[in-house]
């Protein structure tokens, strides 16, 4: 370590002390941790009309209940029975598809949803995606 120091650096030194103004301590900063209540929904062995229809009361019961990210659990459509039928498109009525669709198309459910992503491979993968709900305005 330089033991040489300058006359200017001891007065700059002995201001900062003799001064009010402080460092702040980034250690003692409160760190903001998103937290999120979450609900998990998983749609297997529903048909459309059933899985839209079930999915429809859970957002909007999670809305109410002040819930801010759902898990949806639709599958990845490797057991649907429509890919054995040649006259039925193999994305038509597999939920996967359909019901990100149904959400969009839904005027009642858009007004309450934030944003529709992807789900991370530990909550499904490409078989699931999030909703996150806006926050229910206090009336």
Known sequence: MNSN????DKKDWQKFIDGKE?????????????????????LHG????KANQVLMDF???SYEDGISKLIVITGKGLHSTNQKNPYVSKDLSILKYSVPEFIQN???????ID???????E????G?????LKKKRKT
């Open 46 to 49: 529903y048909s459309l009309k």
């Open 106 to 112: 839904n005027q009642s459910l858009i007004h309450i």
């Open 22 to 42: 402080k460092i702040p301590d980034k250690d003692l900063k409160k760190k903001i941790i998103k937290s999120f209540k979450i609900k998990t929904i998983d």
């Open 59 to 61: 957002i909007e019961k």
């Open 128 to 132: 699931a995606f999030y909703i996150y």
């Open 115 to 121: 944003t529709i992503q992807d789900a991370k491979i």
């Open 123 to 126: 909550d499904g993968g490409s």
């Open 5 to 8: 120091i300058s006359d200017k």
